[in-house]
């Protein structure tokens, strides 16, 4: 069993990178990957508890992409599997998106902290060391506080972009991310590209286009897909010769998601790691 997309607190998950692994083998499963935003920070981590647990480790990132158009930008995410983490273009831009995270983070609690009891003391108290500051750290504070029960309460009201108090961050187009994750000897794969729950998502010509930069797979099992766009995504995903994963989007207690839910091939990962630059850590 492998699932190929879950965070930890170096992002916006709210288990240690261990304990992801840990999480990994009690559900039975063989190879996880650490794919917290914008950042590399849990793979050590992680590392040290593949030998204890006995879960393989696939290191990866999910970087923060956009698809700009003309009524405005399409956020996009791109799981980055074994690439160099000393790479200095993708590098950049995770370090970019980070801090524009950070700065949007304290504007969105400040336009918060007018209607609801919540500062950006509140924020930073949900927010774990070194880790990329985010949404679910403000849907942290409002449930702290009370105003809201669960993270997806707080998405689907306050936090949502349709929302005065959502800001937006940077972020780079999509084609130039895919581009950045293979020069730096990685694989990318399109996470939830038809989770319209969240938000807008991209046309199939989109992803074709991107599958033309060089984008590797889509991420097709995934809770926020239904059955009909599962379909959907597969039968593009054959057209275009794109890899197909599953996976469950784990974030601790931060999500419903359990980890394993949905789970990725031996062969797709066989070809993932083909093509990266890392080799799986293998118990």
């Known amino acids: 069993m492998i699932d190929l997309h ?14 992801v692994l840990e999480a990994a083998a009690a559900a039975g499963l063989s190879v996880v990957a650490l794919t917290d935003h914008d950042t590399t920070a849990g793979w050590r981590e ?17 970087v ?14 791109v799981l980055s599997y074994l690439h160099d983490p000393d790479d200095a273009g993708l590098r950049a831009e995770c370090e970019h998106t980070r801090d524009s995270r950070l700065t949007r983070a304290r504007r969105m609690a400040d336009r918060l902290a007018q209607d609801f009891p919540v500062t950006w003391d509140d924020v930073v108290a949900q927010t774990g060391t070194g880790a990329t500051v985010g949404r679910p750290h403000l849907a ?13 309460e707080a998405f689907a009201t306050m936090l949502h972009p349709g929302a005065p108090y959502y800001v937006p961050h940077y972020a780079p187009e999509a084609a130039d991310a895919v581009r950045a994750v293979l020069a ?29 930069a060089g984008l590797a797979g889509l991420e097709v099992d995934h809770r926020d897909h239904d059955a009909a766009t599962r ?12 890899l197909v994963t599953g996976s469950s989007d784990y974030h601790g207690t ?16 066989e070809s993932i790691e083909d093509r990266g630059v890392l080799d799986v850590l293998r118990p």
């Open 184 to 212: 730096a000897g990685g694989v990318p794969v399109m996470a939830h590209p038809g989770a319209g729950a969240r938000g807008r998502v991209v046309s199939d010509e989109t992803i074709a286009e991107l599958a033309e």
């Open 254 to 269: 931060g999500k419903l998601n359990l980890i394993g839910e949905h789970t990725t091939s031996p062969e797709v990962l």
């Open 231 to 242: 379909d959907r995504l597969r039968g593009l995903a054959g057209e275009l010769g794109l």
């Open 140 to 152: 942290d504070a409002l449930v702290a506080a009370g105003v809201v029960a669960s993270r997806d």
């Open 64 to 77: 923060s992409t956009r698809v700009s158009t003309s009524s405005g930008g399409i956020s996009v995410h």
């Open 46 to 62: 992680a590392a040290a508890a593949v030998g204890p647990t006995g879960v393989a480790l696939v290191r990866g990132t999910e």
């Open 6 to 19: 879950a965070h930890s607190r170096a992002s916006d998950g709210t288990d240690r990178p261990a304990r």
